[in-house]
């Protein structure tokens, strides 16, 4: 297991990393000054070069965690070496106004106040996110603390631990994909979200009035949905209780192939909606956005043609990977505020 910490400078990296005693830590610019004394002068080629051959050595390596830059400013660092060398990715996202204060008070980072700082970072988030969905590596981006490192940093190192003993939304898409696949020899599969595409309503809300802030930053990894099961275990549902939702009949009726449910919402409670549907369902700490997309993917490998149904963020990938992807839309015909700003070609609009 081979992880990546990133994050911008001043992010706050070595101080998580100096909190972890459960597995080897390695800091990445002490290791290259190490491995050459004479990087700082090296030119970007030199440099480079540096970086190729610390990760062929660490490569070596089956268990650690290091910290890693993806960009400084608007040159790229990231080379595909260094994407080898690493498992999973950890994403460290820290507020842009409260890295520009850091950066401000900091003497060796001022020199990083010329540029966009949340364009800056808003580019590694989305380039080690592409990059893990094409070459099949676990992404996770940590949004905790929001604004002040020193701030339960314990969430941070707790998620760590629990990557270092199987947590995978990756391994999750795989058994889940497999489970599918052992289910139906169908060649066209149907994947559909649960919450405000299979129900009218939030099914968390309606049942328990369950309102949470995971998502504000409108991230959707396996971080969030980890911190969202810990707010789950809070709750309890009996099948005997009155379930306030209304299903979406319009769009199931139009349903005619096998379908499977990838749920986000309080497994009691999909259990209960998904025998009305009589369609399994998928649910857990793990189920993503980017669980989500390694299912679709892994389905498509398989042969099969997967046609999904989604209304937001936590789709997203899933519908634009899809060979059809339907978004479903709000009431008043708007889509979801998570999707601002994404690219919405290609998907067909219910």
Same mark, same amino acid.
């Given at each position: 297991?081979?992880?990546?910490?990133?994050? &911008?400078?001043?992010?706050?990296?070595?101080?998580?990393?100096?909190?972890?005693?459960?597995?080897?830590?390695?800091?990445?610019?002490?290791?290259?000054?190490?491995?050459?004394?004479?990087?700082?002068?090296?030119?970007?080629?030199?440099?480079?070069?540096?970086?190729?051959?610390?990760?062929?050595?660490?490569?070596?390596?089956?268990?650690?965690? &290091?910290?890693?830059?993806?960009?400084?400013?608007?040159?790229?660092?990231?080379?595909?070496?260094?994407?080898? &060398?690493?498992?999973?990715?950890?994403?460290?996202?820290?507020?842009?106004?409260?890295?520009?204060?850091? $950066?401000?008070?900091?003497?060796?980072?001022?020199?990083?106040?010329?540029?966009?700082?949340?364009?800056?970072?808003?580019?590694?988030?989305?380039?080690?996110?592409?990059?893990?969905?094409?070459?099949?590596?676990?992404?996770?981006?940590?949004?905790?603390?929001?604004?002040?490192?020193?701030?339960?940093?314990?969430?941070?190192?707790?998620?760590?631990?629990?990557?270092?003993?199987?947590?995978? *939304?990756?391994?999750?898409?795989?058994?889940?994909?497999?489970?599918?696949?052992?289910?139906?020899?169908?060649?066209?599969?149907?994947?559909?979200?649960?919450? @405000?595409?299979?129900?009218?309503?939030?099914?968390?809300?309606?049942?328990?009035?369950?309102?949470?802030?995971?998502?504000?930053?409108?991230?959707?990894?396996?971080?969030? *949905?980890?911190?969202?099961?810990?707010?789950? *275990?809070?709750?309890?549902?009996?099948?005997?209780?009155? !379930?306030?939702?209304? !299903?979406?009949?319009?769009?199931?009726?139009?349903?005619?192939?096998?379908?499977?449910?990838?749920?986000?919402?309080?497994?009691?409670?999909?259990?209960?909606?998904?025998?009305?549907?009589?369609?399994?369902?998928?649910?857990?700490? $793990?189920?993503?956005?980017?669980? @989500?997309?390694?299912?679709?993917?892994?389905?498509?490998?398989?042969?099969?043609?997967?046609?999904?149904?989604?209304?937001? &963020?936590?789709?997203?990938? $899933?519908?634009?990977?899809?060979?059809?992807?339907?978004?479903?839309?709000?009431?008043?015909?708007?889509?979801?505020?998570?999707?601002?700003?994404?690219?919405?070609?290609?998907?067909?609009?219910?």
């Amino acid at each position: 297991m081979r992880i990546g910490l990133y994050g &911008m400078p001043t992010a706050g990296k070595t101080y998580i990393l100096d909190k972890l005693d459960f597995i080897e830590v390695v800091v990445g610019s002490r290791l290259l000054r190490e491995y050459d004394p004479e990087f700082d002068q090296r030119d970007e080629a030199g440099r480079e070069k540096d970086r190729k051959a610390v990760a062929n050595i660490m490569m070596s390596k089956p268990r650690f965690i &290091m910290d890693g830059h993806y960009a400084f400013g608007n040159e790229t660092a990231f080379t595909e070496d260094e994407g080898k &060398m690493y498992d999973v990715y950890i994403y460290l996202y820290i507020d842009p106004k409260v890295l520009r204060e850091r $950066m401000e008070a900091s003497e060796k980072n001022r020199k990083y106040l010329k540029y966009d700082i949340a364009e800056w970072q808003n580019r590694e988030i989305q380039g080690l996110r592409t990059y893990c969905h094409e070459h099949n590596k676990d992404f996770y981006i940590a949004d905790n603390p929001p604004e002040n490192r020193f701030a339960d940093v314990h969430l941070v190192v707790d998620f760590i631990r629990d990557i270092t003993n199987g947590f995978s *939304s990756l391994e999750f898409a795989k058994k889940r994909a497999g489970d599918i696949l052992s289910s139906t020899d169908s060649a066209e599969i149907v994947l559909a979200d649960g919450d @405000k595409t299979l129900t009218i309503e939030d099914s968390s809300f309606e049942v328990f009035g369950y309102t949470t802030h995971l998502f504000d930053g409108n991230f959707y990894t396996g971080y969030q *949905s980890w911190k969202q099961w810990l707010e789950f *275990s809070e709750f309890t549902y009996h099948a005997d209780d009155t !379930l306030p939702v209304h !299903l979406r009949d319009n769009l199931i009726q139009c349903i005619d192939k096998p379908m499977f449910i990838l749920t986000s919402g309080h497994n009691l409670v999909w259990e209960q909606i998904s025998k009305k549907l009589n369609a399994k369902y998928y649910y857990g700490n $793990m189920m993503s956005a980017e669980a @989500k997309y390694f299912i679709t993917k892994i389905l498509q490998e398989a042969g099969r043609k997967v046609i999904a149904y989604g209304d937001g &963020m936590n789709d997203y990938y $899933m519908l634009k990977q899809a060979d059809e992807g339907y978004l479903v839309r709000k009431k008043d015909g708007s889509v979801s505020r998570s999707l601002k700003n994404r690219d919405l070609g290609g998907l067909r609009f219910v």
